[in-house]
T-cell receptor, first 115, second 112 residues
Framework: AQSVAQPEDQVNVAEGNPLTVKCTYSVSGNPYLFWYVQYPNRGLQFLLKYITGDNLVKGSYGFEAEFNKSQTSFHLKKPSALVSDSALYFC?????????????FGTGTLLAVQP | DTGVSQNPRHKITKRGQNVTFRCDPISEHNRLYWYRQTLGQGPEFLTYFQNEAQLEKSRLLSDRFSAERPKGSFSTLEIQRTEQGDSAMYLCASAFSGNTIYFGEGSWLTVV
C-alpha cells in the first residue's frame, strides 16, 4: 500500500535561513508525490508535485522539492525562509485502487519561522 | 472566485442531530473527494466521485454518513445522529481527470 512519512512533527528555522521539511514514501510502481500547505483554520493549498522528469521540482511561493529515488524521499526546501511561511505542511502520494485516484497524506509538519 | 466552495464553514450541533455539508467543485472538474481532518492529523480519505458515480467509500465512512453528487456537479455530505467523535474538519476537493487535486477551505463540525 502507498504511504508517506513525515518524521518531524515540527521544524524551527530562523527567518532568512534555508529550510527543509522531510518526507519519505513507500509505493509500488512510479511515485506521484505532492506537497500541500495549510494555514490555521484553512483548507489545503497545493504547492508542487513530482510526476516525472527533473528530480528538482519548483513550486509556489519559492518552494522546491527534491525527488530522490534511491532514498525514497521527497523533501521540501526553500533557500530563505519567511515568517509568513509558518504553517502546517503535508506530503502526499497518489494512490490508485480500482477506479479511484486519490491522495494519501502524511501526518504533517509544523514549520515555525522565527523573526 | 473559481475555487472549491464549501458551506457552511462552521457548524455547531447537538449530539444526535443531523448535519449536511455542501461542496461546489471547480467548474468542469469531474472528480470530487471528501476528506476528514482532526487536530494533529493529516486529511483522511472518506469518499470519491467520478462525475455522479460514487466509486469508493472508506471504511471510515460509517452507515451514518452518506454522500451524493447528483448530476455530477455539487456534492453533499450528510451525517446522521451525530456523535462527539464526528467533530472534525470536512474537506472537499476536486480535480479534472488525473490532474492536480484542489481543496476547499473546509467545513468545521463541532458536536456538543
Amino acid at each position: 500500500a502507498q504511504s508517506v512519512a513525515q518524521p518531524e512533527d515540527q521544524v524551527n528555522v530562523a527567518e532568512g535561513n534555508p529550510l527543509t521539511v522531510k518526507c519519505t514514501y513507500s509505493v509500488s510502481g512510479n511515485p506521484y508525490l505532492f506537497w500541500y500547505v495549510q494555514y490555521p483554520n484553512r483548507g489545503l493549498q497545493f504547492l508542487l508535485k513530482y510526476i516525472t522528469g527533473d528530480n528538482l521540482v519548483k513550486g509556489s511561493y519559492g518552494f522546491e522539492a527534491e525527488f530522490n529515488k534511491s532514498q525514497t524521499s521527497f523533501h521540501l526546501k526553500k533557500p530563505s525562509a519567511l515568517v509568513s511561511d509558518s504553517a502546517l505542511y503535508f506530503c502526499a502520494v497518489r494512490a490508485i485502487s480500482g477506479a479511484t485516484n486519490k491522495l494519501i497524506f502524511g501526518t504533517g509538519t509544523l514549520l515555525a519561522v522565527q523573526p | 472566485d473559481t475555487g472549491v466552495s464549501q458551506n457552511p464553514r462552521h457548524k455547531i450541533t447537538k449530539r444526535g442531530q443531523n448535519v449536511t455539508f455542501r461542496c461546489d467543485p471547480i467548474s468542469e472538474h469531474n472528480r470530487l473527494y471528501w476528506y476528514r481532518q482532526t487536530l494533529g492529523q493529516g486529511p483522511e480519505f472518506l469518499t470519491y466521485f467520478q462525475n455522479e458515480a460514487q466509486l469508493e467509500k472508506s471504511r471510515l465512512l460509517s452507515d451514518r454518513f452518506s454522500a451524493e453528487r447528483p448530476k455530477g456537479s455539487f456534492s453533499t455530505l450528510e451525517i446522521q445522529r451525530t456523535e462527539q467523535g464526528d467533530s472534525a474538519m470536512y474537506l472537499c476537493a476536486s480535480a479534472f481527470s488525473g490532474n492536480t487535486i484542489y481543496f476547499g477551505e473546509g467545513s468545521w463540525l463541532t458536536v456538543v
